[in-house]
């Protein structure tokens, strides 16, 4: 587990903030964006031939994929977001993967018109420890690669997330999900 106060307290477990943010972006197959004062963002190319009006882009604001960890508390756990691009025919396989794993889905949408082949961009959620929530989001993302969704990768996962966030906690992001 990792301490609240990330800048005071992560030398007392040898782990800095920079090398907790490199072990995030490790497992997440990405880089580091920003690494300062508890916050740590990290950004992931998605493979995908993508046009907008009839012309090739490679532009992050289409192809990255984002993700963030902040506001540690006492147990380890963190605000854990992210972003990413999402072809059609992969939302309902990505959704699942990240559900399944604890971690609440917040928002599907598209960013771009004229685009080839149609996107969408999903945000996620989850309060967890960091690491955790790196893996996590990783395996959704190997499914995706490997086009195949793969009961068993992730099949006994729906009784193991109990120490993610949960609408019971007494620090939940909304009131109306402690309902």
């Keep these: 587990m990792y301490p609240m106060n ?21 497992i997440l197959e990405g880089r580091v964006l920003e690494s300062r004062d508890g916050l740590c963002v990290v950004a992931r190319r998605r493979n995908l031939s993508v046009e907008i009006a009839g012309r090739p882009t490679q532009s992050p604001l289409v192809l990255d994929a984002l993700f963030s960890f902040e506001s540690m508390d006492t147990l380890g756990r963190t605000l854990n977001l992210g972003e990413t691009v ?9 959704i699942r993967a990240l559900q399944r794993q604890g971690i609440l889905v917040t928002a599907l949408h598209n960013h771009w018109l004229f685009e080839t082949p149609r996107l969408m961009y ?8 960091p690491l ?9 993302f190997r499914l995706l690669e490997d086009n195949a969704f ?4 992730l099949g006994s996962l729906d009784d193991n ?11 939940a992001p909304n009131d109306s999900l402690n309902r």
């Design 122 to 129: 999903i945000h996620f959620f989850s309060i967890d420890e």
């Design 132 to 140: 955790s929530f790196a893996r996590k989001v990783a395996r959704a």
């Design 6 to 26: 990330m800048n005071a307290n992560l030398n007392q477990i040898n782990v800095s903030e920079t090398d907790l943010c490199n072990r995030f972006a490790r």
């Design 86 to 94: 999402i072809l059609q025919e992969e939302i309902n396989r990505f």
């Design 161 to 171: 997330f109990k120490d993610t966030f949960h609408p019971e906690s007494p620090k």
């Design 150 to 153: 793969d009961d068993d990768l």
